[in-house]
């Protein structure tokens, strides 16, 4: 079958379903006024993103691409990479040592605050990768079915957006700054599509594709427990922790019914 003719469509839908982030990432320029509820908040809100996506669609789609055995053990080994990459990391710029913050004015120069949404950043635009070699190659052979997927992704992208942008926002006060980040972890949706077109779409085969959704499952779900929740516990409001997981639970529930 002869796709040559949906190449540039199935790039534009990639591209329009990664920048989707965009929409999650101005969310920072509606807050006048931050207050410690907000990150509490918001920072449950991003682990109930990650955690969710990572057990409801990554590590299913992994197990049934390429079996059990292989699927769990590429999502332990996906913990141990990020394991240890915080484990090298010294410990006073580790988020595991830090002091109880009561202060909005300590969380805008929080460098633990910071790393922690880089490292969130880092995580998404690790897991839209992927995302963008399955949104461009489904529209390039059909592309109906490459646009639902691809609005379906566009929409669960706007709260990842969100889960980079407000911690970043909270560590440094600037709104441009947390904007930027959360803009280019979407980014890696269509520089994924375009690397496949070059060069890994000829080679790359459904069980790698399913591997690396585990492994990367397994780097979101070590951030989500080691960093986002801790932290969020850190500025109090335990109940707007708990509100905060559910509600991006909930959120990404319905992005994925889409489906």
Request: glycine fraction near 10%.
């Amino acid at each position: 079958m002869d796709v040559s003719g949906n190449v540039g469509l199935a790039l534009l839908l990639t591209a329009l379903a990664g920048l989707s982030t965009g929409i999650g990432s101005a969310v920072a320029y509606f807050i006048k006024k931050p207050k410690m509820i907000y990150l509490s908040v918001t920072l449950g809100f991003s682990a109930g993103v990650m955690i969710y996506i990572s057990f409801v669609e990554l590590l299913p789609k992994a197990l049934n691409g390429v079996g059990e055995i292989l699927g769990v053990t590429t999502f332990f080994i996906g913990i141990i990479f990020i394991g240890v990459i915080d484990m090298v990391i010294p410990k006073e710029k580790n988020p595991h040592h830090y002091k109880e913050l009561s202060d909005i004015s300590e969380v805008k120069v929080d460098k633990n605050l910071m790393r922690m949404g880089l490292f969130t950043a880092l995580a998404i635009g690790i897991h839209n990768f992927p995302e963008g070699l399955a949104t461009f190659g489904t529209a390039l052979s059909d592309v109906k079915l490459g646009a639902i997927i691809a609005l379906a992704i566009a929409i669960h992208n706007i709260p990842e957006g969100i889960s980079v942008s407000i911690p970043i926002f909270y560590a440094t006060g600037n709104k441009n700054k947390a904007f930027i980040y959360s803009f280019l972890s979407g980014i890696a949706e269509p520089v994924g599509a375009v690397i496949g077109f070059l060069i890994l779409l000829p080679f790359l085969s459904e069980g790698v594709l399913a591997s690396l959704l585990a492994f990367i499952a397994g780097i979101m779900v070590y951030i989500s427990l080691d960093e986002l929740l801790p932290m969020a516990h850190r500025y109090g409001h335990g109940h707007m922790v708990i509100i905060g997981i559910v509600l991006g639970m909930f959120i990404m529930a319905l992005s994925l019914l889409m489906l």
